[in-house]
């Protein structure tokens, strides 16, 4: 029998919850995809690619075309240059660039600083490479970086800290004094990196996201993801990119071309072609920002408590005045009985946390959220 690399992984709890929304034909606010057409133009842009036989092989690192509308639109957010043909590398979605990025700078032993709730890909990417995963949990119920706890985690055996900027799942998002402590680290032990997982960009409600990218001190530290499915509502294409100083993207780059070799070619067409035609990215902070004040006036008066949402397309609500029931039990009871699906926040946490509350997904149909927010608002 073969031994496991990962034996505490099962099914997720993305499939777990959207299996069972389906079996109770319920309104699925669990799992974060969106369930409204896609721009137009875009679509239109598949179609060219197609009947101009864009089909074989993309370059390895990525299509030059697409990488050069990247750095244009980097410059435009940032006002920072980067070099498409050194520094930026097409992946097959943001969670292979996680991925390539941990594989290149991890080693046997490297410990990796991450903040609970994270993201599931984090922890078993590091195991894989034989790194030992420091799980730090952020502040309840701000969700804020307790820089004291990382000051006393950190030591010479730590080679990086991800980062997840705004933060999934909780929705909270870095200042710029986290950003300065981060320098602070990064100035005070020179083997640490930075991985920045900042494929929500686009979706901050509170002020200019602050990107690593913009710091003379962590940039040329740092590896740093982002996603078009995510920006353009196309999660099924798996497309994104990193960004990276030339010495780190070249070995980022080793690590991807031994994984996928490139990206979807007839994609990284479209979007390229995309992007040459507007800058659609532009209006997705106000989409978004849209639909959550939907959400939250429609849900007003309900024992769900909300807490704080500054970024990304999901929220958090505090159940407790409702009920004491394990997360995961009352995600799946509500999936029944009152027919909407949400995921519990503790099975983000190696410890199982449990602060009783729920994450629901707002990237859908005004319509799908004022009918969730109705019924939300008779459990009791």
Not at 171 to 191: A, F, R, T, W
Not at 213 to 240: A, I, N, R
Not at 289 to 311: A, H, M, V, W, Y
Request: hydrophobic share 40%.
């Amino acid at each position: 029998m073969i031994e496991s690399k990962l034996p505490e992984v099962g099914t997720s709890i993305f499939s777990v919850m959207s299996a069972l929304a389906n079996e109770e034909e319920a309104i699925n606010l669990s799992q974060g995809f969106p369930d409204f057409p896609i721009d137009v133009n875009l679509k239109k842009k598949v179609i060219e690619a197609l009947a101009a036989e864009q089909v074989q092989y993309a370059p390895m690192p990525g299509r030059l075309d697409l990488r050069t509308e990247i750095a244009e639109k980097l410059f435009q957010q940032h006002n920072v240059n980067f070099d498409p043909q050194t520094e930026i590398t097409i992946t097959s979605g943001a969670t292979q660039a996680i991925y390539s990025a941990i594989t290149s700078l991890i080693k046997l032993g490297d410990e990796v600083i991450l903040f609970d709730p994270a993201y599931d890909c984090y922890d078993p990417s590091i195991k894989l490479q034989g790194g030992i995963p420091i799980h730090l949990e952020l502040e309840f119920p701000t969700y804020n970086i307790n820089w004291e706890k990382v000051k006393a985690t950190i030591n010479d055996k730590t080679r990086l800290i991800i980062i997840n900027n705004p933060q999934n799942p909780v929705g909270s998002v870095l200042s710029s004094h986290d950003i300065q402590e981060l320098e602070n680290l990064i100035k005070q032990y020179p083997n640490l990196y930075i991985l920045s997982d900042e494929v929500y960009e686009h979706m901050q409600f509170n002020g200019p996201h602050l990107s690593v990218l913009k710091s003379d001190v962590l940039y040329p530290k740092s590896m740093v993801v982002y996603s078009f499915g995510k920006t353009f509502h196309v999660t099924g294409w798996k497309l994104g990119y990193a960004v990276a100083p030339q010495n780190l993207t070249h070995e980022l780059r080793k690590s991807h071309q031994f994984q996928v070799f490139c990206a979807n070619n007839t994609i990284q067409y479209a979007i390229s072609e995309y992007l040459k035609s507007e800058n659609s990215w532009e209006s997705v902070n106000s989409f978004y920002q849209q639909k959550r004040d939907l959400f939250l006036k429609e849900i007003k008066g309900s024992k769900l408590k909300p807490l704080t949402c500054n970024g990304t397309y999901f929220m958090l609500f505090d159940y407790s005045s409702i009920s004491n029931e394990a997360d995961v039990d009352f995600a799946k009871r509500i999936t029944k009985m009152f027919k909407v699906a949400t995921i519990p926040v503790s099975v983000f946490y190696e410890n199982k946390t449990d602060h009783k509350v729920i994450r629901v997904c707002f990237a859908k149909k005004d319509e799908t959220l004022v009918e969730a927010a109705k019924i939300l608002k008779t459990i009791s």
